[in-house]
């Protein structure tokens, strides 16, 4: 807000956005930050200790994921994800199946990601009132369409992923 030239903080609940490329759908909320990395043990359980943040779910081989695994760091309404894929040998070793609850991840993908750049973070999740509404606006204000809507189980939880920039993604989900 400004008044007589003067910037004028009004507070979240007050805050009104009047930006046309932004209102183009609505936005529940920030789910959370996803971290690419080559070793999904020692990372999350470092920034657990070092962050205060307990793991509070987990995505692996012992609950049936075959192709990556992910950890997810919880405190208050912030989360961290941190998610490595398994070699793709272990799919000829084992006869796996692809089971990937991110269906987008894929191992050579993240080995470029992490020699580039190291420990650092690929997605940005926003859950969203409508994912086809999301992708379809940000696509067409200019957004680089990576993933088009993905129905994760059949009836209520739908993902979608755009291109921030040359490396970094907006994770756009509902349910």
Same mark, same amino acid.
């Given at each position: 807000?400004? =008044?007589?030239?003067? *910037?004028?903080?009004?507070?979240?609940? #007050?805050?009104?956005?009047?930006?046309?490329?932004? #209102?183009?759908?609505?936005?529940?909320?920030?789910?959370?930050? =996803?971290?690419?990395?080559?070793?999904? @043990?020692?990372?999350?359980?470092?920034?657990?200790?070092?962050?205060?943040?307990? @793991?509070?779910?987990?995505?692996?081989?012992?609950?049936? #994921?075959?192709?990556?695994? %992910?950890?997810?760091?919880? %405190?208050?309404?912030?989360?961290?994800? *941190?998610? $490595?894929?398994? %070699?793709?040998?272990?799919?000829?070793?084992?006869?796996? +199946?692809?089971? &990937? $609850?991110?269906?987008?991840?894929?191992?050579? &993908?993240?080995?470029? !990601?992490?020699?580039?750049?190291?420990? &650092?973070?690929?997605?940005?999740? @926003? =859950?969203? =009132?409508?994912?086809?509404?999301?992708?379809?606006?940000?696509?067409?204000?200019?957004?680089?369409?990576?993933?088009?809507? $993905?129905?994760?189980?059949?009836? +209520? $939880?739908? @993902?979608?992923?755009?291109?921030? #920039?040359?490396?970094?993604? !907006?994770?756009? %989900?509902?349910?």
């Amino acid at each position: 807000m400004v =008044e007589k030239g003067i *910037f004028k903080l009004v507070g979240f609940s #007050n805050f009104v956005c009047q930006n046309p490329k932004s #209102n183009c759908f609505h936005l529940k909320r920030f789910h959370h930050i =996803e971290f690419w990395c080559t070793d999904a @043990i020692n990372r999350p359980n470092r920034f657990s200790w070092g962050l205060g943040m307990p @793991i509070v779910a987990k995505s692996d081989l012992f609950i049936g #994921n075959q192709v990556h695994a %992910s950890y997810l760091l919880h %405190s208050g309404d912030f989360n961290l994800l *941190f998610t $490595v894929p398994y %070699s793709p040998s272990i799919f000829t070793t084992y006869n796996f +199946t692809h089971t &990937a $609850v991110i269906p987008t991840l894929s191992h050579s &993908a993240v080995s470029s !990601f992490d020699d580039t750049h190291g420990l &650092a973070f690929r997605a940005i999740a @926003i =859950e969203v =009132e409508d994912t086809i509404t999301a992708f379809n606006a940000s696509v067409t204000n200019g957004a680089k369409p990576l993933s088009p809507p $993905v129905d994760l189980d059949g009836s +209520t $939880v739908v @993902i979608t992923k755009i291109q921030i #920039n040359s490396d970094v993604v !907006f994770r756009y %989900s509902c349910s």
